[in-house]
């Protein structure tokens, strides 16, 4: 279906953002289209510029910018080094997800608070949901280079005071609060800038063919410090602690700055005051999602780890859905500009990816999450030997992107590509299922099977992004890329929330009805479920016990991501195909 403004589709001559959009930069233009000019008429295309007479073409101002294009081999080393390290896997905004997955239990024990220690995470995608959309528009009025910068530095003063966190309180505060001590929601605002911003910067250069190509590349740098990351998190997780794979972090943060600041140049348009700019920005929809997802986090947790009865996990809980709806009330009437405009979120030809990202990332961070605690709680691994096993995901998940982008750039589609990806996640979630206890038990058998989930999910994220900007109105592929960043970000939060409710309510139900009742069973029952040291001063027959219950537990975790990967494959089917123009 073409556009319903009239402008042609896009294609590898396609800007991210065009120049119906008075407050967006424009880098794409180059100085070779003057502004208002119609950069897809043919008049646009015979300016006098000699470059490519033959071809009709302005290489300069009609294939993203071309003088930053040139500068590739540059741009990309640098923003990779920003966009990760290898002290936490070199992706900074994908470091906190597999970092902490491999070395969460061990930072739960050590707090005695390992029922809880998903806020860790969640707190982190909580700032991600509210703050990652909003670097759309922020990227469009303060410039790509100023809110990539400015999202390295917080992250970096985030990950210092991550590490300094005394408690798990501190910790989960600094992870998801703004503030002069707890600031490390800073660090989810800017790791929320480091993918998005990255992300749209990439699609104002390259041609949106070449796009997915270029995603994966950037999953190759995910990969390398991923594979490297989970393992390094266990181990130091396991030898001089946890806190230094987040103060390991500063001084790297410090290095991705100064590479980015004196690499990457684009030209600046939009020259009016801060002030005017400031007004652009939705602050008011940001935070009133951020209020509905937390009242929605606060219900669920207190709902498994306390009682559904809780009076705290029901007023939360129903106060939620209300606020979700104030949140799209706030997008679609009130707010002027926006992050999550209802035309671009409920648009037929968009709406089916963002539900395929939800799904599919909050399938994935289900089970990323906790085939980890899986092999430490059941297993009896180290935090170093469980990041160890996460590396072939790692490897099938860069490769799964890969394969895609450069499908898509040989063949110019996408739709049976996104399809088959999320049929093969659904295949590779059923085997870890099976191997986790269902039919037998298998450490390795579930580690293929997880190799075989994440190598669809990297194929199906970059499909599905590529899916968002080929239908995606010109003038709107900015916000566009943000909203897919903001179904991601939504997916990874409730992903992990629902699958620590069903962890915890299915442990605390099965140790209950396992051990005998009495004070005696209760302690116990409660220090398992704070601290996995715990389990090895039980006794034997006890501990055997207890490690059947955990296992049962993450084994219905892994039921769930199934139902989340299937959800995602049958919206997949609607899926609107564009046949990706060379």
């Known amino acids: ?7 042609p589709e896009p294609d590898e001559r396609t800007s991210l953002l065009s120049k119906d959009v008075p407050e967006a930069i424009e880098p794409s233009l180059g100085d ?46 640098a923003v990779s080094i920003g966009v990760g390290t290898p002290i936490r896997h070199i992706l900074l905004s994908a470091a906190d997800q597999t970092l902490v997955v491999s070395s969460y239990a061990r930072m739960g024990s050590d707090l005695n608070a390992l029922n809880n220690t998903s ?8 700032t991600l949901t509210g703050f990652q959309p909003l670097y759309g528009k922020l990227s469009d009025i303060f410039g790509r280079k100023q809110a990539l910068l400015f999202a390295y530095i917080v992250f970096g003063i985030g990950c210092l005071l991550c590490g300094l966190a005394r408690n798990l309180g501190e910790l989960v505060a600094a992870r998801a609060l703004q503030g002069a001590i707890m600031a490390n929601t800073v660090a989810g605002i800017g790791g929320g800038g480091v993918t998005t911003v990255v992300s749209i910067l990439f699609s104002d250069i390259v041609p949106l063919r070449e796009r997915g190509s270029w995603q994966g590349y950037m999953n190759i740098v995910y990969a390398v410090g991923a594979s490297g990351g989970a393992p390094l998190g266990g181990f130091l997780a396991d030898s001089i602690g946890w806190r230094w794979a987040f103060l390991g972090q500063f001084p790297m943060c410090f290095v991705a700055t100064m590479a980015v600041y004196f690499v990457l140049d684009l030209p600046r348009t ?11 920005v939705d602050f008011l929809g940001a935070f009133s999602l951020v209020f509905a997802v937390f009242s929605l986090l606060i219900g669920l947790d207190r709902g498994s780890n306390v009682s559904w009865s809780d009076t705290v996990a029901i007023v939360c809980s129903c106060v939620s859905i209300p606020l979700f709806a104030v949140f799209i009330f706030i ?11 209802g035309h671009i979120i409920f648009e037929r030809s968009l709406l089916p990816a963002y539900i395929c990202n939800f ?21 009896g691994m180290s935090a170093t030997s469980a990041g160890l096993r996460l590396i072939p995901a790692m490897i099938c998940s860069v490769s799964g992107s890969l394969f895609a982008g450069f499908y898509m750039q040989k063949t110019g589609h996408y739709y049976w590509l996104t399809v088959c990806s ?27 099977g997880m190799g075989i989930t994440a190598l669809g999910a990297g194929s ?13 109105d010109p003038k709107d592929q900015a916000i566009a890329t943000a909203c897919s960043y903001l179904f991601r970000s939504l997916g990874s939060v409730t992903g992990v929330s629902l699958a620590a409710t069903v962890v915890q309510q299915s442990l605390r139900t099965r140790l209950r009805a396992s051990l005998k009742s009495g004070k005696e069973a209760d302690e116990i029952v409660d220090h398992v479920r704070q601290s996995l040291d715990y389990i090895k001063k039980l006794e034997p027959q006890i501990r055997v016990l207890v490690r059947k219950c955990y296992q049962m537990a993450t084994n219905s975790a892994f039921g769930m991501s199934i139902a989340f990967i299937i959800c995602a494959l049958i919206s997949s089917l609607y899926i609107r195909e564009k046949k990706l123009s060379r």
């Open 359 to 379: 799904f599919g990332i909050g399938a994935h961070m289900g089970l990323i999450f906790y085939i980890p605690l899986y092999f430490q709680a059941v297993e």
């Open 1 to 7: 279906m073409p556009p319903s403004n009239g402008n």
């Open 32 to 77: 070779a289209i003057t502004p208002g000019t119609d950069i897809n008429s043919s008049s646009s295309c015979s300016k006098g510029d000699d470059r490519d007479e033959e071809r009709g073409e302005i290489e300069d101002g009609g294939e993203g910018n071309h003088k930053v294009a040139q500068k590739m081999y540059l741009l990309f080393p």
């Open 119 to 126: 806020w860790i995470a969640t707190a982190y995608f909580l």
């Open 422 to 448: 999320f049929a093969l996640s659904v295949t590779g979630s059923v085997v870890v299922f099976l191997c986790s206890g269902i039919l037998f038990k298998s450490g390795w058998a579930m580690v293929a």
């Open 460 to 472: 199906a994220v970059v499909a599905t992004l590529i899916s968002v900007l080929a239908n995606a």
């Open 331 to 341: 997008e679609m009437k009130v707010a002027s500009h926006p992050f999550a405009p």
């Open 270 to 280: 939009d020259h009016s005051h801060w002030l005017e700019k400031i007004k652009r």
